[in-house]
C-alpha cells in the first residue's frame, strides 16, 4: 500500500517540551504514528527539552519500534531525576554547582566552569544511554532528519543542533559534530530547575564565511519556541536559518496542559515558572494560528495538531476508552519516575488523540 | 482629415529638432492629401555593423509619412534609396517595418518622439542583424490582395511536394495542382493533387464535380527554389520574370495554366449540366460564358524562412486573371487542346498574343489565408484544451454547462463529437443558453448540433436526442466509441446510470461530471481515469468526506453541494411541471463551464503525461481527482482548490450481487489496526471493527470510507473476535453527522492473522443474524482480512504487497436494538457462548478469563505480554 505519491506525503513532527509528560505523550503519538506508517513518512523531527529527549531517543535509538518503546518506557519508569541528583551529588561536583539554580537568572555568574552544574550532570547521565553516545548526525533511520533546539541566553535565539547540522543564526553554523547529550541536555535545561549549559564553539558565519570562537550559554528550547515547530514552518528563507524543508505536512505533539486555573505562587521560583508557562501558552497560541493559516493558505496540504490539553469535546469523532484531559493535564513537567498509570495514562492520550486527528483530517498519511 | 494631429506630429518634430543639437533635422514637409510626408535627417553615426546586418551611414534620411489620424494611427516610414533592399523587415524595397503588432506596441501617448526612438532601436538592431528572421516580409502585400480578386483559403500541408531541401536550395521549379472548391469569392484549397489524379477525377464517370453543394475548381501550383525577395511584383511582367529566374519559364507557365484551363473548361461544363444553381455564376464577365473556367487564378509557392526552426517551409502566393487575362488563357488553351498540326501557327500567335498581354497586365494577387498545420500555430497550442485535439468526445447535457463544453470540444479539434440530452428549447433557456429563436421547440441536441457542425468544415457532431441513461448507458454498453465522456447534466440519476455502467464496462474512458451551485457561483468538477474504481457517483462521494472533514477551502462546497438539508426553494423558471433549475445569468454559467471544463482538461493533459508504455494509465497512482472553483463573489480566499485519491481496492462480494470498494483510507485503518494489535497484544490476536461507509442498492455498489478498531468491551483471541458496543452508535452518529449522511455503519471487519481469510464456524454462526448501530440499510457486510504467515506479517510490517486474503458478504440485519452481549452481535457471538478461555479486550488492557456461562474474570496482574506467552508458546 505504499503509493508512488509517499515521497510527496513527507512529514515534519514536532515534539514539544514539558518533561517526562512530554516524552511520553509523545511516545503515544510516536504508537500511532507508527501503527498507522506514518512514522517512515516523517522525515523531519524536531524536539525541545522533554521532546527533545524523546526525538533522541527515536532517531539515534534503535533501528526497531518496539524496542525504541522499551527503552523510553524504562525510562520514564525509572526517571532522571534521581540519576541526576545522585550524578551531581558527587563530591567535587556539588561544591561547584551549589547555586546552580539561582545562576541561570543572575547575569554575571555566566561564566562558570564546564563541568560543575547540574546540567552537566544531565549531560553526563544522557550520555550513558546508547542514543546520548552519539553525535548529531549519526541518525540511526535513512531519509530523518532531526533537530534539538535550545536557547541562547545572550542572543535570545535558538540554538539549533540538527542531523544535517547544527547553528545559532546571529553567530553562524557550529564546526562540530555536537553529542547529542549536549544537544538534549541544553534543549531540556529548563531554567526553573536546571543552570544553563555552557559549550563554546567555533562558528562560521553564512554571509562572509567569517569565522570565530564563542561561548554559548543555553537554556531550555522551550524559552524561544516550546512547541519545536518553528524549524519547520513553511516559509522560512534560507538567509536566515540553517533549517529549511519542504514539508506538507506537520504533525505536532503538544503536551501544554493549556490554560489552567492555579494558585498563585508566592515564592520567587514558582513565580518564575508560572510567568514562563504563561509566556509559552501565549507563544503557543500564536504558533498554532501560524499553522492554521498555513494550512487556510494551501501552503501545507496538512496537519495533525495533538495537544494535551485540548477540550475532549472538540475531538472529531468520540473514542469510546478515551483518557480524559482531566486525568492527565496536571501531570508534572519534571523527570521523576513515572507510575504504570500515569505512563499508561498520558501516553494513551497521546496515542488516541494522534489516532483519531490523523484519521480524521489527514487519512491519506499511511495509505 | 483633421489637421490637429498632423499639427501634433509637426510641433513635436520641430520641438525635438530644436532640442537634439543637430541630430534631427527637418529637411522639408511634402505636403499631400493623405497626410504630409516629413523628410528627416537623422545623425546616425555610432551604429554598430555586425555581420549579416544592413550598412547604414554616419547620416540618413527618412521619408516619415504621417497619417491624419495621428497619434491614434501610426506613423510610416521609408529610407530615400533601396540600399536596404532585400533584407528582413524592409518593404518595396523602402518601407521600414517598425512594429509587428501595432496595437500593443504603438502607445499614442509617447508621440513622435517614441516614433523616432523606434526608428533608432530598429537601426540598431537591422545593423546588428539581429532583427528577429520570420516570414512576415514575405505575406503579399495587402495593398496589392484585393477580397474583390478572391480569398484562398489553404488547408493541406505541401509538406515533402516542395522541391527544395530543408534549407531552401534546389534549382528545379516543380508544378502540383491545388483541387479546390470556391463558395463565391472564396476560394478553399482542399488537396494537394497532381495531373493524372485531377484529371481522373474530372472526366470520371461520376466526377468530383461538387464539394458541399460548391464547384470544385483546379489551380496550377508552381513551387520555385528561390525567394522573392522582400516584395512581390505589382506586374505580371515582372513576376514572369522572376519566374523565368528562378528556372520557371514563360512558356511553361503558359502550358501550366493552360492545362489546368482546359480542366475547369470541362469542370464547368459538367457543373452547369448537373446542378446551375450551385455551379454558381462565373468570377469574370465574359462573351462566350459556356466555355469559360470558372475563374483562372495560379498559387506559387517558395521557400520561406519560420520564426521557429530552420527548415524552409512554403510561402504561398496566388493571384487571379483578370476577364481579358483569362479570356487569353482560356483560348490559348483551346487552341493547344486541338491538333496542333493544324493549329501550330494559331497556337503560335495566341501564345505570342498571351506573352503580350503578360506584359502588360496587372497581378491581381488573391488574400491569401493559411490553414497550414505546417505553417499555423494553433492559438491554443500548449494549453491544457490541446488534449481534446483529435479525441472521441461524448458530452451528456447540451444546456448551460454542455452548450458550452461542446463548443470548446468542437474548436479545439475533437474528432468526433456526440451529444446528448433529451430537452427541448424552450423560450426561457435562450437568456442563457446559445440558442435561437428559431430553435424554440425544437430538440436541444438537434439545435446544438446544427450550430456547432457549422463551426468545422470537417466536423459533423452527432446529436443523440432522447434518454441518456437508457440510449447510452445502458449497463453493457460499449463505451469503447469514446475517448472522453463528459456528464454536464447535473442530473442524479445519471450519475448513477454512469456509475453502474462502469462496474461491468470493459473500456472504461476518461469521465468528467461537472455540476454548478444553486447560485451559479461555485462549481465542482470530477476526472475518473481509466484506473479508478468508480464514476462520478463515488467521486461526488469522495468529495462530501473531503469536504466534510473540514478541509480548507472546500467547507463552502460541503454547504452548497451537499447541504444538511435538501434545498426546498427549488426555482421554478415557467409554470407547470418544468424541472426546478437555479437563478443564473449566461456570464456566470459561461464562467463556470469554462473554469470547469479547463481544469478537467488541466488534470487529463497531466494525467497523460504519466502514461506508461503501453499507453495505459498507472495502476498505482492517482485516479480521482476533483477541483472546486469560484467565481469571485463566492471566493472564500480560495479560487480553486483540487484534491486527489488513489483508487480503492475493489472485490465482489461473496454472493455476487455487490461491489464492494474499500477505500485506501479503510485499508490504512485496518493496517494500523491489525498492527497496534500485533504491538500491544501479541500478533496472532485477532482484532477487528465497524466498517464506515455507504450500500446502494441501485447501484449494486458498496463503499467502505473508514474502518474502526475494537470497542473497548471486545474479546479478542487467537480464535474470536467479538466486536463490543461501547462508543459505537456515537462513533456511527459523529460519522453521519461529520459526512452529512454520506457515511454511516455497514458492517465488520476483523482478521484472521493465523489463516486464510475464510469465515470460522462461529463467524458463520455471527452472520445469520448481525446487529450494528443505526442509521444505514438492512444489510450488514462481512469482512474478514487474513492470510497468515509470511506475507500477512509483510503486509502488516511494512506494507509492501497487496492485503494477502479477504472474504466479502453481504448479510441480512436484525432489525433489533443494539444492547450488550445481544446475540447475534457482530460474529454471533453473545458472551453466553463464547467458548470459555482467556480474551484480550478492546481496550488495550491485560487479559481476562472467560469460563463457561459467560463468567468473565480478570487475570492477576502481570505483564499481559509475558502471561500472553505462557498461554500460547513464546511466538517469537
Redesign the interface.
Known sequence: MTSPTASKLAVGLALSGGGFRATAFGLGALRALHDRGVLDQVRVVSGISGGSLLTAMWAYGPKSFDEFDASVTDLLRSGLQRELIGRALRPGRLARGLSGTAGAVLPGRFHRTQASTRTEALVSAIRAHDFGSKTMTDVTHSGLEAIVSATDLASGNAVRFGSMGSACSPYGVIDADVPVADAVAASAAFPAILPQLTRTYTFTQQNDQSQHTRTVLMTDGGVYDNLGLSPLLPGRSKKFTHHVYDLPYLIAVDAGAGRTTSQPPDFVFGRMKRTLEIAHTRAQDGTRARIHESREAGVLKGHVYAYLGMQDRNLPVPVADLVTRDRVYNYPTDFKAMSAEDLGAVAGRGEQLTRVLLSSYCPELGT | MTDSGVSLARRQLRDLEATSDGAIQIINEVPSSAGPTFIVDLDTSGIAHEPGGIRIRDREWFEIWVPPGFPFDVPSVRSNHRRWLRTPHVHYGRTLCLYAATSVEWNPSDGMRGYLHRLTEWLEHAAAGTLDPDDAPLHPPVVYADLQNGRLIVHPDLGDRAPWAPDGSGTDPKTTYAWCVANGKRVDVLEWVDLETAKDRVWDKDPALFHDGHPSVLMPAVMICDEFGFEFPRKAKELSEGLTESGYGKDQLLADIATATVINVELRKKQLTADATAAGPLWDDVDDPENHPLLTAMVVATPSRRPDGTKRLAHIAAWKFDALGSRITTLFSDVRERDEKFFGDLTESVGELAFDWFDWAKLQWMRVMENRPEVTRRRDAGTPASWLADKRVLVLGAGALGGPIAEACVRAGVRELTVADHGIVNPGILVRQYFTDDDIGQAKVTALARRLSAIRSDLDVIPVPGNVRTELFAPGQNLAAYDLVIDATADASVRAAIELARVSATHRPPLVTMVIGHEADRGLVAVNLPTSSGAGLDAFRKVALHAG?????WRDIMDEFFPKTARTELFFPEPGCSDPTFVGSLAQTTALAGMLLHEALTTLRTAEATKNQAGTY?T???SLFASAVRLGNAST??GT?REQW?PDLVRSDLTGAYEVRIS??A???I???V??GS?IRDPRIETGGMLLGAFDDATGIVNID?ASGP??DSYLSEVHFQHGI???Q??VD??LR?SRSTTGFVGFWHSHPNSQATPSKTDEQGMALVVGPDGSSQRALMMIVGGGGQPWAD?RD???G?LPSTYLRVVPRSAGPVVAGHRGYVGGLDLQLLPPGTYFR???GPPVQVLAGGVVRAQPATSHRSLWARFFGDHE
Open positions: 472533514s473540514g478541509a480548507p477551502g498507472p498505482d497512482g492517482p480566499g480560495h482548490v488513489h485506501q483510507e485499508l490504512a485503518e493496517r494500523a489496526e498492527r497496534r504491538r473508514r470497542p473497548p461501547k462508543g459505537t456515537e462513533r459523529a460519522e461529520r503486509w511494512t506494507g509492501n497487496p478492546g481496550d488495550g
